[in-house]
Every structure is written in structure tokens, then in C-alpha cells.
């Protein structure tokens, strides 16, 4: 049972645009979000989080958006950069809990 | 280097074989993560433990996978009478905290080929 999901696999984006890369959760008790980046043959790396009781949080080119209402979360990522390439992994766990559940990744291409 | 270390980063083993992969977590870390990315899929979480105990070993296979972290040296995932389907990357995280709003920083994998 997938309660975290990235609906689209991959997503293109010209250099310079906006990148936005949607997660869909179906457990309204999770309190905490994540969101990783993955290279090829390297391991995820933390890039920004979100607790339930904020709808938005920033960080330099990188926002979180949660709109708890919807069990939607979405990362934008402004300017898009050719680094930015890399597989973007949504997570989320449990005030009470110690899983990460983890959605299954979306390809993001930023095209020179 | 004060992240998340796994070693071997690439493994083969035939079928049949045992496999054993270790975690040295972040300095300071004492609350370690392994989970599993199969191919074309998402990761999945297989046990967490702390320092001598498993808090939760829900997402391991129940048979010829066990998991410890002594109290000195690196967590160990080991895999017994290894088949194909094991195949894999094994990515082994640690945070600082063991609930509530708490990240997790992985290290950068170990790669199962079974052949």
C-alpha cells in the first residue's frame, strides 16, 4: 500500500523556469515531509522539510508547499539549473513513528 | 568524513552465498535506518535500530534477513542464502533523533548483484 506517491515520473523544464514536483499522501497523521534528491549510484540527499503545521517553507531556489486540506505537498525549485537533474524522492513519517515512507521519484531534466 | 559510511559500495554474490553490508552512521547518530530500492521502484523501508536494540523491523522479509547494530562498530545488514531477487541497493540512514520531526541523511548505497 503506497500512502506517499509521486504521480509523474519524470517532468522536463527549460534552464531558468520554474520546476514543480507534486506528492500525493493518503495518511492524514503524517506530521513531518521530507524531500531528497537522488544522482545515479549515489545516495538520497536531504534537501528540505515541512512540518504539518506550516504550509510553506523556503530554502534559497527550494519551497515546500503543504496544503494538509488536500494531502498535497509540491517542491519548487526556482531558478531551474542543469544540477538540479536528479531524482526527486517525496517522504513522510509519523509524529509517533520512526518510518519514512517514501513516494517513488520523479525524474526531473532541466534542459540547457 | 563526518556522513553516513556504507561499505562494500558494490557487491556480486551467486545464489546461495551470504551477504553482509555495513552502516557507520553520522558522528553523533545513534538511531540507524536501512532500506532497500529495487529497480524502477521507490525506496523501501526494511528496519530501524538503535545502539544493541531493533525498534522496528517491519519491512524486512521474514526469512534470511537480520539486521543488528552492536554497541561498538557499524550496523550490519546481513543476507543469508542470497537469491536473484535480492538484487538491489541497500542505502543505510541515520538521524540524530528517533521520532517526531526528525531527518534522516542516508549514506550513498551498497549495490547487490546476484548472479
Known amino acids: 500500500d503506497q500512502q506517499v506517491k509521486q504521480n509523474s515520473p519524470s517532468l522536463s523544464v527549460q534552464e531558468g523556469r520554474i520546476s514543480i514536483l507534486n506528492c500525493d499522501y493518503t495518511n492524514s497523521m503524517f506530521d513531518y515531509f521530507l524531500w531528497y534528491k537522488k544522482y545515479p549510484a549515489e545516495g538520497p540527499t536531504f534537501l528540505i522539510s515541512?512540518?504539518?503545521?506550516?504550509d510553506k517553507n523556503e530554502d534559497g531556489r527550494f519551497t515546500v508547499f503543504l496544503n494538509k486540506s488536500a494531502k498535497h505537498l509540491s517542491l519548487h525549485i526556482v531558478p531551474s539549473q542543469p544540477g538540479d537533474s536528479a531524482v526527486y524522492f517525496c517522504a513522510a513519517s509519523l509524529n509517533t513513528g520512526n518510518q519514512f515512507y517514501f513516494g517513488t521519484g520523479t525524474s526531473l531534466t532541466v534542459i540547457p | 568524513n563526518a556522513g553516513v559510511m556504507q561499505n562494500p559500495r558494490h557487491l556480486v554474490r551467486r545464489r546461495g552465498q551470504e551477504a553482509r553490508l555495513r552502516c557507520s552512521p553520522m558522528?553523533?547518530?545513534?538511531?540507524v535506518y536501512w532500506y532497500r530500492q529495487l529497480p524502477e521502484e521507490g525506496l523501501k523501508f526494511m528496519v530501524y535500530l538503535q545502539k544493541e536494540n531493533i525498534i522496528d523491523e517491519s519491512g524486512m522479509p521474514k526469512e534470511r534477513f537480520s539486521a543488528e547494530f552492536p554497541k561498538e562498530g557499524p550496523s550490519i545488514l546481513r543476507i543469508q542464502q542470497v537469491v536473484r531477487g535480492d538484487s538491489a541497493a541497500y542505502f543505510c540512514?541515520?538521524?540524530?533523533?528517533?521520532?517526531?520531526?526528525?531527518?534522516?541523511?542516508f549514506g550513498e548505497g551498497s549495490w547487490l548483484t546476484v548472479v
Open positions: 540512514a541515520s538521524s540524530l533523533l528517533g521520532q517526531g520531526r526528525n531527518t534522516i541523511y
Open positions: 558522528k553523533g547518530h545513534s538511531h
Open positions: 515541512i512540518s504539518s503545521i506550516k
